[in-house]
């Protein structure tokens, strides 16, 4: 099955710095690699996703890339502010495999 | 658009006991997939229906079972409960063969 590796654990950073969190996937097969906001009390939410046949996407101040060679993909968070601050989720198809999460928090 | 339901909100048992979840998906999607996200810890799959039928099972042990309904609503049940059950149990709804899952509250499970 798909294993799924996430770095760093947890991420703290200066409002208004960039972020970044990277994973690792197993399974060559997999196609679908979406990412994941999770606030604290709250479900986990879609905030971006990208498919294997691009390269990067980018939503706002949120971009993902991916890397299927090397088989990882990374979240870039820009111009951070505190309401960044949540754990983050890379997953990956088939059967969406979620990685181990990044909490992230911005400090103001 | 109704989103995803999971009832109850907050669930007590005790040790040895049996705890029912249940998830409504959202109108129209047709797989349900199961989490537990045990405190502090990431996202575990379960478990994965689709069209009434148990298409994969995470790594967890048989007393983790569940089933989906015609109406494409699904149960989770576990039996023999033991301490470390105590979690977060998401469940998650798409189209079949879609890659887009929207993921409902939760059932907070706490076994005492």
């Known amino acids: 099955g798909e294993n799924v590796e996430q770095h760093p654990s947890t991420l703290s950073v200066q409002e208004g710095d960039s972020a970044v969190i990277k994973c690792t996937y197993s399974?060559?097969?997999?196609?679908?690699f979406p990412w994941y906001k999770q606030e604290l009390g709250k479900r986990p939410q879609l905030i971006i996703d990208?498919?294997?046949?691009?390269g990067e996407k980018k939503d706002q101040r949120i971009a993902v890339t991916l890397n299927k060679t090397a088989k990882h993909f990374s979240l870039h968070i820009t111009e951070t502010q505190p309401e960044d601050s949540a754990v983050y989720f890379c997953?990956?198809?088939?059967?969406?495999?979620f990685g181990a999460g990044t909490t992230v928090t911005v400090r103001a | 658009e109704a989103g995803v339901t999971q009832s109850p909100t907050h669930l007590i048992k005790t040790r040895g006991q049996q705890a029912t979840l249940r998830c409504s998906p959202i109108?129209?999607?047709?797989?349900v997939y199961w989490y537990q996200q045990a405190l502090g810890l990431g996202l575990q799959f379960l478990l994965w229906?689709?069209?009434?039928?148990?298409?994969n099972r995470g790594n967890f042990p048989p007393r983790f079972s569940g089933r989906q309904f015609p109406n494409y609503s699904s149960e989770l049940n576990v039996n023999a409960l033991e301490l470390e059950d105590s979690a977060l149990y998401l469940c998650?709804?798409?189209?079949?063969?879609?890659?887009?899952?929207?993921f409902g509250s939760g059932t907070r499970l706490t076994v005492v």
């Open positions: 998650a709804s798409s189209w079949t063969g879609s890659n887009g899952y929207t």
């Open positions: 399974d060559s097969a997999s196609n679908y």
């Open positions: 990208i498919r294997s046949n691009v």
């Open positions: 997953a990956a198809e088939d059967k969406l495999s």
């Open positions: 109108s129209g999607h047709t797989s």
């Open positions: 229906y689709d069209e009434g039928e148990e298409r």
